[in-house]
């Protein structure tokens, strides 16, 4: 069992930033790599990041490629999404998710990230 915590969401006008934040517990963190992904109101939820075990690989979608960095402290047991120019489609909830761990993977709850034009 894995057990992911997400903060660090909120209000941001259009060109601002924020950090995510996810800690995890439950298993060795540095055992797995770890993803981002995002919902928006009305849409599907999409890959946003993920970052390999180690941090030393990291994949972005596309769209905000430059924008945000995915990064991670093993000892700290986090994940992280710098988030930077902020865009009003970037409006979503924020999830953080495992890699498949003995078949399965996990999802935190989510936090809201808004951001206004």
């Known amino acids: 069992q894995v057990q992911l915590v997400e903060s660090g969401g909120g209000l941001v006008q259009a060109g601002g930033s924020l950090r995510l934040s996810c800690a995890a517990s439950?298993?060795?963190?540095?055992?797995?790599?770890m993803n981002w992904f995002r919902q928006a109101p009305g849409k599907e939820r999409e890959f946003v990041a993920a970052i390999s075990r180690s941090g030393g690989t990291t994949n972005y979608v596309d769209s905000v490629k430059g924008r945000f960095t995915i990064s991670r402290d093993n000892a700290k047991n986090t994940v992280y999404l710098q988030m930077n120019n902020l865009k009003p489609e970037d409006t979503a909830v924020y999830y953080c998710?495992?890699?498949?761990?003995?078949?399965?993977?996990?999802w935190g709850k989510g936090t809201l990230v808004t951001v206004s034009s």
């Open positions: 998710n495992t890699d498949h761990i003995d078949g399965m993977t996990y």
């Open positions: 439950g298993r060795t963190f540095s055992d797995y790599g």
